[in-house]
Each structure stands twice: as structure tokens, then as C-alpha cells.
């Protein structure tokens, strides 16, 4: 058990709907970081932040967005959804802002779009 | 994204052999490297690292190997047990993390 924990587990929608994945990172740590993995790729660095801000971006779509509360649980938001967004989602935490890279990850989100 | 490559999809060795992940990457700013280990239903654990000054890096039956010049980094595990069958996935760093598409190791008994 890493301590990061994902809601929901499984997410089941159709396309053009919004959803909205939930990360609580493990006790202290302040980044999260987003990832997706799809069925044909590894795992794509989506967005992190750091203590509420917004640190780097990666290949995230215009029509995803995240933030970070003041209690430091993230959450990620999709809208307009389409069959390609299906995929693993999976948040990650480590204690500060650049951490040479070891980050905890949570158990993932599995998101369908149908 | 192609900074990442790992070209072997799949690997299967028998209990107790070496198995050896490959990776490649292609920025040579990248500074630090990380394997990560994946089982099915469960999120990527943390393996092991190597920084850009050292060729090498050991940990137990974990051994990683940089070579900065072909810019190509290997993961060796000796002996293979069954419990290392999982997916297993390079990630350089530099500022942010790249995973490579993951090498699914099955080590038969």
C-alpha cells in the first residue's frame, strides 16, 4: 500500500460526459502528479502540482484540467469525453516539488467511455 | 513522445536465469533514471535508480546499468523469481518524468 488512494476505482460513461477522478496523496507529501496509460502505450505524465500550484504540464488535453485543494488531495476533471479517453488514470505524490522522480503511486482510476 | 523507448514488449525467462529489460532514450539532458514495477490491478512501485555520474547501480538481485554514450540503460535481475513477473517501466527524469511503454517480464517456474 503506497498511502495514495484513488476514487472512484472503475468509472463507467459515455462519450460526452464529465467526470471527475479523486487523489488523496500519502500523509506529507505536497506534489501529485496525474498520469494516463492507455492500452497501446505506457504511461503519460499528464500535470503536476505542487502545494496548490500548478508545476508542469505534460500531454494533457485542453478538455482535461486539475487542481490541487488546500487540503493537498487533487482532483482530475474530464469533459467531453470520447472513446479514446478510456484508459488508466493514476495519481502520484512525493514530498516536495522535484524529488529526482520517485514518486508513491495510488491503484489507478479506470475510466470507460462507451 | 519517443525520448523513451522500450523496444522489447514482452520477455520470458525461466526461474532462477537472468532477465535483462532494456531501454533506450534518446535527450541527453536526461540526468536520472528510474525502474518502476508493475503487477496488474495495482499502481507502479518504485525498483531502482541511477544517477548520470555512475554506470551502475545495485540493489539485491536488481542491477542497473547506464551506458551515457549509447545512451541505453539496462535492467538486470538475478536470479529471476516467479514474484518479479510483472511490467516493468523505464523512466528517465529531467525536470519531469517520461515512462517508457513497459516491458511485461514472465518469469516461469
Known amino acids: 500500500d503506497s498511502g495514495v488512494t484513488q476514487t472512484p476505482k472503475h468509472l463507467i460513461t459515455a462519450t460526452g460526459q464529465r467526470v471527475t477522478l479523486r487523489c488523496s496523496p500519502r500523509?506529507?507529501?505536497?506534489?501529485v502528479y496525474w498520469y494516463q496509460q492507455s492500452l497501446d502505450q505506457g504511461l503519460q505524465f499528464l500535470i503536476q502540482y505542487y502545494n496548490g500550484e500548478e508545476r508542469a504540464k505534460g500531454n494533457i488535453l485542453e478538455r482535461f484540467s486539475a487542481q490541487q485543494f488546500p487540503d493537498l488531495h487533487s482532483e482530475l476533471n474530464l469533459s467531453s469525453l470520447e472513446l479514446g479517453d478510456s484508459a488508466l488514470y493514476f495519481c502520484a505524490s512525493s514530498p516536495h516539488e522535484r524529488d529526482r522522480g520517485e514518486q508513491y503511486f495510488g491503484p489507478g482510476t479506470r475510466l470507460t467511455v462507451t | 513522445d519517443q525520448q523513451v523507448k522500450q523496444n522489447s514488449p514482452s520477455l520470458s525467462v525461466q526461474e532462477g536465469r537472468i532477465s535483462i529489460l532494456n531501454c533506450d532514450y534518446t535527450?541527453?539532458?536526461?540526468?536520472?533514471f528510474l525502474w518502476y514495477k508493475k503487477y496488474p490491478a495495482e499502481g507502479p512501485t518504485f525498483l531502482i535508480s541511477?544517477?548520470?555520474?555512475?554506470d551502475k547501480n545495485e540493489d539485491g538481485r536488481f542491477t542497473v546499468f547506464l551506458n551515457k554514450s549509447a545512451k541505453h540503460l539496462s535492467l538486470h535481475i538475478v536470479p529471476s523469481q516467479p514474484g518479479d513477473s510483472a511490467v516493468y517501466f523505464c523512466a528517465p527524469y529531467n525536470n519531469d518524468m517520461r515512462f517508457g511503454a513497459g516491458t511485461r517480464l514472465t518469469v516461469k517456474p
Open positions: 500523509s506529507g507529501d505536497l506534489s
Open positions: 535527450n541527453s539532458m536526461f540526468d536520472y
Open positions: 541511477i544517477s548520470s555520474i555512475k
